[in-house]
């Protein structure tokens, strides 16, 4: 189970913090992420990290947002700054197991970005 928070409303430029803790080990993730899915919009990548740090951001996002993930803590965080109306979403973090093709999600928190 993946249990999201830290989501809300902020206006353009500020920050939000959002974590995903995961009810069992994170050692059996490969590769933790967050996702976005604004309304009428499919849903995109954000950005993603493997267990071993390696890190995947959608360009749009470079520069602003930060994932990082806590091994110890079975947690994986966005740290998003600078943000803008365009990044008002649904915010979704998946995980995908070692072995494993298709990612388990864990429920949305709305990010909502005020101009």
């Known amino acids: 189970q993946l249990q999201a928070s830290g989501g809300g409303l902020v206006q353009a430029g500020g920050s939000l913090r959002l974590s995903c803790a995961a009810s069992?080990?994170?050692?059996?993730?490969?590769?933790m992420g967050w996702y976005r899915q604004a309304p009428g919009k499919q849903r995109e990548l954000v950005a993603t990290?493997?267990?071993?740090?390696?890190?995947n951001q959608v360009d749009s996002v470079k520069g602003r947002f930060i994932i990082s993930r806590d091994n110890a803590k079975n947690t994986v965080y966005l740290q998003m700054n600078s943000l803008k109306p365009e990044d008002t979403a649904v915010y979704y973090c998946?995980?995908?197991?070692?072995?494993?093709?298709?990612?388990?999600w864990g429920q949305g928190t709305q990010v909502t970005v005020s101009s």
């Open positions: 990290i493997s267990y071993r740090g390696n890190m």
């Open positions: 069992e080990s994170s050692d059996r993730f490969n590769v």
């Open positions: 998946c995980v995908l197991r070692w072995g494993r093709s298709t990612p388990t």
